[in-house]
């Protein structure tokens, strides 16, 4: 029902950035909020940001000050922009939406590596 594809990673050095996108198929007005999570190697995922229908961002404390969650309604995508990286954020980002109201649940996309090289 829905299709979420995630661009943006990559390979970058400690302080630097990574501007990562999450495209959905649908109407983001019809996602109850859109989130990025993140799983570091042999790590459990964790919730990184989120945003909702009103634009209200929220932030895990291990990146306050440095992400920034953004959306594009037009272009039915959610940006995750990520200042002074460090190796600690290694992980694989992936976008999720809670598409409760509309679609009876959430989605996921297939994941996005990013490598911050110290």
């Known amino acids: 029902q829905v299709q979420l594809v995630e661009a943006g990673g990559g390979l970058v050095q400690a302080g630097g950035s990574l501007r990562l996108s999450c495209s959905a198929s649908?109407?983001?007005?019809?996602?109850?909020?859109m989130s990025w999570f993140r799983q570091p190697p042999g790590k459990e995922r964790e919730s990184v940001a989120q945003?909702?229908?009103?634009?209200?961002?929220q932030y895990a404390d291990a990146v306050k000050g440095r992400f920034v969650i953004s959306r594009n309604n037009t272009a039915n995508t959610v940006y995750l922009q990520m200042n002074n990286l460090s190796p600690e954020d290694t992980a694989v980002y992936s976008c999720?939406?809670?598409?409760?109201?509309?679609?009876?649940?959430?989605?996921w996309g297939q994941g996005t590596q990013v490598t911050v090289s110290s």
């Open positions: 999720t939406v809670d598409g409760s109201t509309f679609y009876g649940g959430d989605f």
């Open positions: 649908r109407n983001i007005f019809t996602f109850d909020s």
């Open positions: 945003i909702t229908n009103s634009n209200r961002p």
